[in-house]
């Protein structure tokens, strides 16, 4: 799958996410394979494509904070609402101690609250998404983000109900997402 294909898949999965929720979530998406993957298996795979995010402007103490994972080597999805009136940011990957400069964004979407923003100086594991609709009442899901600024948290849930919106279906989950952990 090329990167534009990629990004675009993305973004498609991101906006059916976030048209249910006003805390985004991600849904990691099992690859069909033989065995299904236990929940501490999924979050070894998720968790090292994820990031903090924390914004700002330049002289000011403000800062917003949020989650994103990695859709490409460089580039990370999360809301539009984590970087809205911001001029600068940084990105933490899980697990590791350096930060890095997110030199601005490549696609932006207000009306669905998406973005996708390069950052300077990594080459982190892409988020494997998968792209069918084979979602159904009571499947697991799990939701990974920062929220208060913990880092890293991996919450278990399942899919509580399928709406249809606008001929869109919408995933409504019960896995708890807080303040922070959107763009996860």
Not at 69 to 76: G, K, R
Not at 91 to 110: M, P, S
Not at 119 to 141: C, F, Q, T, Y
């Amino acid at each position: 799958m090329s990167i534009r294909n990629h990004l675009q898949l993305s973004l498609g999965i991101l906006f059916l996410v976030s048209l249910g929720f006003s805390e985004i979530s991600t849904v990691y998406c099992q690859v069909t394979t033989d065995k299904k993957l236990t929940s501490r298996e999924i979050a070894q795979r998720t968790l090292p494509s994820t990031v903090s995010l924390a914004m700002g402007n330049a002289g000011s103490a403000e800062i917003k904070t949020g989650s994103g994972f990695f859709v490409a080597e460089d580039i990370v999805a999360t809301n539009f609402h984590v970087i809205e009136g911001t001029s600068r940011g940084f990105a933490k990957i899980y697990g590791q101690t350096a930060v890095y400069e997110v030199l601005g964004f490549v696609a932006i979407d207000r009306k669905n609250d998406l973005v996708l923003l390069r950052i300077k100086g990594v080459r982190a594991k892409p988020l494997p998404l998968n792209n069918d609709n084979s979602a159904a009442v009571g499947d697991d899901v799990y939701a990974i983000g920062n929220p208060e600024g913990l880092e890293g948290t991996f919450s278990q849930g399942i899919v509580s109900s399928i709406r249809k919106s606008l001929n869109i279906d919408l995933l409504q989950i019960s896995a708890p997402i807080s303040h922070g952990s959107s763009g996860g």
